[in-house]
């Protein structure tokens, strides 16, 4: 079974930087050969995706992060991370990993971000 754990979330001021983990157990494939995302959901919000990265670390991000946030890997931890910098009030929301594993979808729990102004 596929678990994901993030972690890294808190409280920070605007303009300042936060750096999310999302630790992948239970898949006996390399991170780098599944698509893996981060999301996140605001109180009365639909959910939505911030960036993934997939095989060859190909990366996607949301027009309203590009140029603030960077999506990586550490294939040999098992984990993908999403350093998260000039932080705006709107990105305040529960930030959610989510992972591709041949087909099937597995979401972590979600780590809650706060930015203030």
């Not at 946030?69 to 930030?95: C, G, H, R, W």
Request: hydrophobic content about 35%.
């Amino acid at each position: 079974q596929v678990e994901l754990v993030e972690s890294g979330g808190g409280l920070v001021q605007a303009g300042g930087s936060l750096r999310l983990s999302c630790v992948v157990f239970g898949t006996t494939s390399s991170i780098d050969a599944i698509v893996i995302g981060w999301y996140r959901q605001d109180s009365g919000k639909q959910r939505e995706l911030v960036a993934s990265i997939s095989s060859r670390s190909t990366t996607t991000y949301a027009d309203s992060v590009k140029g603030r946030f960077t999506i990586s890997s550490d294939n040999a931890k098992n984990t993908v991370y999403l350093q998260m910098n000039s932080l705006k009030p709107e990105d305040t929301a529960v930030y959610y990993c989510y992972a591709d594993v041949f087909g099937i979808g597995y979401w972590g729990r979600g780590t809650q971000v706060t930015v203030s102004s």
